[in-house]
Structure formats: C-alpha cells, structure tokens
C-alpha cells in the first residue's frame, strides 16, 4: 500500500538554523499539505500545495516558512531560522484530490534548542 | 469559526466492551468528518470519513463512526474493544467551501485494559 514518508525522522537544530523537513507524497497525488503538532497539543495546519503553489496557508506559516516541491516526487518544508517554538512534530500529508481523505506520513520531530 | 471538540481527553474501557470516542463540530456548509488514530511515535491513520449518505460510516479495524447533523455530532464507536486499540484518536473537520485543510480536535487518548 502507498505511503507519505518523510525525512529525517528526528531533527535537533539550533536556534537560528535553517532546517529542511523532507517529503515524498503518494506518487499519483496532487495535494499536498504540512502540519505540526507541539508537544500535548492539537495538530495543526500550516500549508496546502498545488499546481506548484500554495493554495492556502495558516497565520502560522509566517516568512520564515517556505515549501517548495523541487521535483517530480519530494515536497519540502524550510524554516530559515528556526525559533524555540518551533519545535515540534511536523506532518506530511497527500491527497489525489482536494476532497479526497489526506494521508499523512510519520512525521519529523524537530526540536530547537 | 470552525473547530472541533473533543471533550474527554481520556477513554478507559475494558477489553470487550463496546467503547465511544464523542466529537462535535462548528462548521459553515456541509461538513466532511474523519477520525485519524496515531499509535506512539506513528504518524497520523486515517481510520475513516463522512462525505454524504449514510450517517453511520464503517472503518478500518471495526470502526465505525455516526453522524448527527442535528446534535452536530460525529462519535467513533466499536462494538467490542482490544487492547491493541489504545491510542490517541483524533477528529477533523474539512469545510465543504474551497480549500481542504483538516482542522482537528485536541484528541482523546483511548486506554483499552484487559
């Protein structure tokens, strides 16, 4: 059965460091999408991704956010300088259509110190 | 504004018997409804969902979930629990209007004791 994997499963970073949170979608979706969850709290959407450009995005994909999908298989999540409060488990997600049920991979668990 | 409420944080069951996980939701349009379970260190299951149709909805692993458009309601439920069903299950909500996002609930930690 397909999956959304994601890469690396654990990243610890400094604050102030860039960092690249790595996806590969389910290979015949086309929506594609970036969650987080902070430790004990909800998940939460960041950024849906489509036809090469972000379709909707939440107050807290701010500038430092960017996604980009460099090729015909990854989806990439960037932080440029990451923050303490950004740590976090960060989804993937993909879909083949906008109302089709999203599956979302393992995650990264970024931590910032 | 929508948003999902999940109001237990935690469900203590004992194995075999029936269990329910309550949701509701606030949302403008006709709502699409899923449940996710994540098992420790795991990413997000999709489990099942509401488009249309028939208010109660079968899912993977026994599941099944009843929607209530009166009550604004859409509980999980399973006849007869398992140990192997402990995790935290969460619902969501996608607004039939425009973009997808999913907006999820806090999530409810399900203990299944044998």
């Known amino acids: 059965e397909p999956e959304v994997t994601q890469t690396p499963s654990h990243q610890v970073t400094q604050m102030g460091q860039e960092v690249i949170l790595r996806c590969v979608p389910i290979s015949n979706h086309l929506y594609f999408y970036w969650y987080r969850q902070i430790l004990g709290q909800k998940v939460e959407f960041l950024v849906s991704f489509y036809n090469n450009e972000i379709s909707e995005k939440s107050e807290i994909f701010d500038d430092q956010f960017s996604v980009e999908r460099p090729d015909g298989s990854n989806f990439t999540l960037k932080i440029r300088s990451t923050k303490l409060e950004d740590s976090a488990m960060y989804f993937c997600?993909?879909?083949?259509?906008?109302?089709?049920?999203?599956?979302f991979g393992p995650g990264t668990r970024l931590l910032v110190l | 504004a929508q948003s999902v409420a999940q109001p237990e944080d935690q469900v203590n069951v004992a194995e075999g018997n029936p269990l329910t996980v309550k949701c509701t939701y606030s949302?403008?349009?006709?709502?699409?409804l899923f449940w996710y379970v994540q098992y420790p260190n795991r990413g997000l299951q999709f489990l099942l969902k509401y488009i249309t149709g028939d208010n109660l909805v079968k899912g993977s692993y026994g599941f099944e979930a009843e929607f209530n458009k009166s009550q604004t309601s859409f509980h999980l439920k399973k006849p007869s629990a398992l140990v192997s069903d402990s995790a935290l299950y969460f619902c969501a909500v996608r607004s039939s209007g425009g973009y997808n996002k999913l907006i999820f609930g806090a999530g409810t930690r399900l203990a299944v004791h044998p």
């Open positions: 997600a993909s879909s083949g259509q906008i109302q089709e049920t999203q599956y």
């Open positions: 949302v403008s349009g006709n709502p699409y």
